[in-house]
């Protein structure tokens, strides 16, 4: 943006540049009351262990309280423009994240070493017609524990080497990221993150003889890292997002959007359905807001018995 105008659009650097980043979309008591039920969800133990946190995948339907983002008309409003078009559809993969460290990785499947969910590397497709977006519940200013990213990258298998450029990007309550699922990207890589403001460095000063103390410890890594993120979040709260992946149809979409699906039903069992609850589609239907669910491709690929 400059002088108010806008001088590429949204599509045009997510086509370059892997992300976009997009302050202030969502009101922020809309997700203090979406925070709180995601606490609660976390604190239940649902989803799968990840890094000393929980990930809670297919969220639409296993956490559908998530549904309530959909309550932004702006929202709703920036994805059409993702795609310059309002034919879009969310694919009905969304994950919940709760509490957990990360490492460097791109989203498309690659790492699982069974052709990715473009059914190969896709890093030749100029334009994949599917996003994710990331929601973060609270802040990330104060340290590094949000989301870092290697611009560009998302038209390389290379996931990162000593030339990449990185950026971290500072995600407050309200903003929304989106990014291509080719695009190289970490979340909280250490238990006790770089401070990044002076009230970042004070909070770590603050608990520094705590930190030592489980660090002098002579217990495994894995503990001493568990151990101290849990120091980390009882001072700074707890860490939660929701990344959820829209489309349009397209060849690669729809074999994106399918095997993310497969991945998701290997992660519960096979028993959970592919759809959405009647309740989720209802009022996602009110909100005019698609799901894949009424797509022809996907039923013929997920028979409704
Ligand atoms: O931990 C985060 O914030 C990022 C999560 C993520 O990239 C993933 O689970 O694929
Ligand atoms: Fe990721």
Not at 34 to 49: E, F, P, S
Not at 62 to 69: G, L, M, S, Y
Not at 157 to 179: A, C, H, K, T, W
Request: aromatic letters at 10%.
């Amino acid at each position: 943006m400059n002088n108010g105008l806008k001088m590429e659009s949204i599509k045009s650097e997510l086509l370059e540049n892997g992300f976009y980043l997009a302050k202030n979309i969502i009101p922020v008591d809309l997700l203090d009351n979406i925070r709180k039920l995601a606490i609660l969800h976390g604190q239940m133990g649902a989803g799968v262990r990840k890094h000393y946190g929980l990930r809670q995948p297919h969220a639409f339907r296993t956490a559908p309280f998530i549904k309530d983002i959909f309550e932004c008309e702006k929202l709703i409003a920036i994805i059409s423009e993702v795609f310059e078009s309002e034919d879009w559809f969310i694919t009905n993969h969304a994950d919940l994240h709760f509490n957990a460290l990360n490492g460097w990785h791109k989203d498309d499947g690659m790492s699982y070493g069974d052709g990715g969910y473009f059914g190969g590397p896709g890093y030749h497709i100029d334009e994949p017609n599917v996003y994710k977006i990331a929601i973060y519940l609270q802040s990330h200013k104060d340290f590094d524990d949000g989301l870092t990213i290697v611009p560009r990258s998302h038209r390389t298998q290379i996931i990162r080497d000593d030339s990449s450029e990185i950026e971290y990007l500072e995600v407050e309550v309200g903003d929304i990221l989106i990014f291509d699922a080719r695009l190289s990207h970490t979340g909280q890589l250490s238990p006790i993150p770089g401070p990044r403001t002076e009230r970042g460095q004070a909070i770590l000063d603050g608990i520094v003889d705590e930190v030592s103390m489980v660090e002098q410890k002579k217990i495994p890594k894995s503990e001493k890292d568990s151990e101290l993120l849990e120091l980390f979040r009882s001072v700074v709260g707890e860490r939660s997002s929701i990344f959820f992946t829209v489309a349009t149809e397209s060849e690669p979409s729809n074999i994106f959007a399918i095997n993310n699906m497969k991945r998701q039903l290997k992660e519960l069992g096979p028993e959970v359905s592919p759809y959405l609850p009647p309740s989720v589609r209802d009022y996602l239907n009110s909100k005019g807001v698609k799901s894949i669910d009424q797509r022809v491709f996907w039923r013929s690929e997920f028979p409704v018995s």
